[in-house]
């Protein structure tokens, strides 16, 4: 329901400091402006937006909410392994400011197994990662746990987390 997804962020927003992250995976083709509104409003308290293009092949604009256009907003289309477009994702800038990968993504299924899945859901959380990882106000600790590898750190092809700029 639209409603609890307002909500939610409506919570969300109130809780966050500016430059926190938040992705969303919601949404659809409407011409309801409500949903667009909290994203915005949320926005405007300095809470950044990851928000998935959908699975449409179509314009992203149509979709609601990622046809918000705001400097706090990143609307994300998917990309596959070569990357070009993948088939299903939605398009069109604006809204989609970038692409990820989002085919044959290793996510966590039921009862604890793993499966590949598609869709802009799996682009939208690379694009909100890196923006935690970046951002000056994620704290050194969290920006270091972040990017450790599942080997604690001890591999040396590890990635280091990015300096203050």
Not at 13 to 20: E, I, N, Q, T
Not at 104 to 110: G, M
């Amino acid at each position: 329901k639209i409603s609890s997804a307002i909500a939610a962020l409506n919570y969300v927003s109130s809780v966050a400091r500016p430059g926190d992250v938040a992705n969303l995976s919601i949404g659809g083709p409407s011409s309801q402006k409500s949903l667009d509104l909290a994203v915005f409003a949320a926005a405007n308290r300095g809470l950044k937006l990851v928000i998935a293009s959908g699975n449409s092949a179509v314009h992203a604009s149509t979709f609601t909410p990622a046809r918000v256009n705001h400097m706090n907003v990143y609307t994300v289309a998917a990309i596959n392994k070569r990357g070009c477009l993948a088939y299903f994702s939605n398009y069109g800038t604006p809204p989609v400011d970038y692409a990820a990968p989002g085919v044959d993504i290793v996510s966590l299924s039921k009862h604890g197994r793993y499966k590949k899945m598609s869709g802009t859901s799996m682009a939208s959380p690379h694009v909100a990662g890196l923006l935690l990882i970046a951002d000056s106000n994620t704290d050194l600790e969290t920006r270091k746990s972040l990017c450790q590898h599942r080997d604690g750190g001890k591999s040396q092809n590890h990635i280091p987390y990015l300096p203050l700029i």
